[in-house]
């Protein structure tokens, strides 16, 4: 089963910078997939932020564009989203996964943007 481990979180205060990690596990070839970024807060669903897909490009939510990128190290079957220009409302447990999140979710990792 296809599995994840994400790492990188913390606390930054706004403005700041983070840079999130995720190393897949039990996909052979990462590289014929889209590979996601999630967020989820306190009460509300867990929301798509950043895909890197397959072909190459990347999508990202409205409220991250310009600030977010995701990339990707296929060899490495890891995952990246730097996080610039933090904001309050970017806190939230980050998740990663894979093609429609297909895949098992992980533990994810905490961010909290607070001064």
């Known amino acids: 089963q296809v599995q994840f481990v994400e790492s990188g979180g913390g606390l930054v205060q706004p403005g700041g910078s983070l840079r999130l990690s995720c190393a897949a596990s039990?996909?052979?070839?990462?590289?014929?997939?889209?590979m996601e970024w999630y967020r989820q807060t306190p009460g509300k669903q867990r929301e798509l932020v950043a895909v890197?897909?397959?072909?190459?490009?990347?999508n990202y939510a409205d409220s991250v564009k310009g600030r977010f990128t995701i990339s990707r190290d296929d060899a490495k079957k890891r995952v990246y989203l730097q996080m610039n220009s933090l904001k309050p409302e970017d806190a939230g447990v980050y998740y990663c996964?894979?093609?429609?999140?297909?895949?098992?979710w992980g533990q994810g990792t905490q961010v909290t943007v607070s001064s």
């Open positions: 996964n894979y093609h429609g999140a297909q895949g098992r």
């Open positions: 039990g996909i052979i070839i990462v590289s014929l997939y889209n």
């Open positions: 890197a897909n397959a072909v190459g490009t990347t």
